[in-house]
């Protein structure tokens, strides 16, 4: 059985820094493309960053310079560090994988979850 697991969120001041982890189990890790999502109250959904079964990375455009996207196979798991945050960063960040080669920054084309770990910046 598939399992994703979030962990490292936590409350910090505009300007700090949060690295957020995902442990993955019960599929090959390698061979997946993984994300993260973030859901504020009241909006949806949206996209963070990718990193896809060959190692490329991509961004939405108001994290780029600010977060980076990593995974360490050997540990089966996922890592988002996240430096100069915002109040704007404030929601529910969730891990996300796919067996899309080359997925978009889109809720559909992902197929496991985690069940997310709160991230509060306050100014």
């Known amino acids: 059985q598939v399992q994703l697991v979030e962990s490292g969120g936590g409350s910090v001041q505009a300007g700090g820094s949060l690295r957020l982890s995902c442990a993955a189990s019960?599929?090959?890790?390698?061979?997946?493309?993984m994300a993260w999502f973030r859901q504020a109250l009241g909006k949806e959904r949206e996209g963070v960053g990718c990193?896809?079964?060959?190692?490329?990375?991509t961004y939405v455009d108001s994290v780029k310079g600010r977060f980076t996207i990593s995974k360490d196979n050997a540990k089966n798991t996922l890592y988002l560090q996240m430096n100069s945050l915002e109040p704007d960063d404030t929601a529910m960040y969730y891990c996300?994988?796919?067996?899309?080669?080359?997925?978009?920054?889109?809720?559909?084309?992902?197929?496991?979850w985690g069940q997310g770990t709160q991230v509060t910046v306050s100014s």
């Open positions: 019960g599929y090959s890790f390698s061979r997946f493309s």
């Open positions: 990193i896809d079964s060959a190692g490329a990375k």
């Open positions: 996300a994988g796919s067996w899309y080669a080359r997925p978009t920054l889109s809720s559909a084309d992902f197929h496991y």
